[in-house]
C-alpha cells in the first residue's frame, strides 16, 4: 500500500522560508514522478510543482517560479519543497502526490494516482 506522509508546515510570516517534506513508503520511489498541489480555501486544488523519475526534469506553476525549489532524495524515499519569499497567496493545504505509473515526468498534465494527507502552510502578512 502506497502511503505519502507530508510535514514541515506551519505558520510564518510573508517572506520567511518553509521546506515542506513527503516521505512515500510502498513503491520504489526512485522510479516514480512525483509532484506537490495545493488548495487554498474556497479555491480549487492546483499544481504547483513537479519533478521527473531521475530528477531531471521540474516543473513549477507560475506564480511559485523562482521562489520555490523541488528536490528529491531517493535514499531517502522523500520529496521537498523549498518554498522562500512567501506570501499570504501561497497559504494552503499542501500535498504531494505520485504519479500512477512509473518513469513519468512529473508534469502538470502527468496522471497522479496516490495523495498525501495535507499540511497547513499559512503565511500572514
Known amino acids: 500500500q502506497v502511503q505519502l506522509v507530508e510535514s514541515g508546515g506551519g505558520l510564518v510570516q510573508a517572506g520567511d522560508s518553509l521546506r515542506l517534506s513527503c516521505a512515500v513508503s510502498?513503491?520504489?520511489?526512485?522510479?516514480?514522478?512525483m509532484a506537490w498541489f495545493r488548495r487554498a480555501p474556497g479555491k480549487e486544488r492546483e499544481f504547483v510543482s513537479g519533478?521527473?523519475?531521475?530528477?531531471?526534469?521540474?516543473y513549477y506553476a507560475d506564480s511559485v517560479e523562482g521562489r520555490f525549489t523541488i528536490s528529491r532524495d531517493n535514499n531517502k524515499s522523500t520529496m521537498y519543497l523549498q518554498m522562500s519569499s512567501l506570501k499570504p497567496e501561497d497559504t494552503a493545504v499542501y500535498s504531494c502526490a505520485v504519479e500512477s505509473a512509473p518513469y513519468g515526468l512529473g508534469g502538470t498534465l502527468s496522471p497522479f494516482g496516490s495523495w498525501g494527507q495535507g499540511t497547513q502552510v499559512t503565511v500572514s502578512s
Open positions: 510502498g513503491l520504489t520511489f526512485s522510479s516514480y514522478a
Open positions: 519533478i521527473s523519475w531521475t530528477g531531471d526534469h521540474t
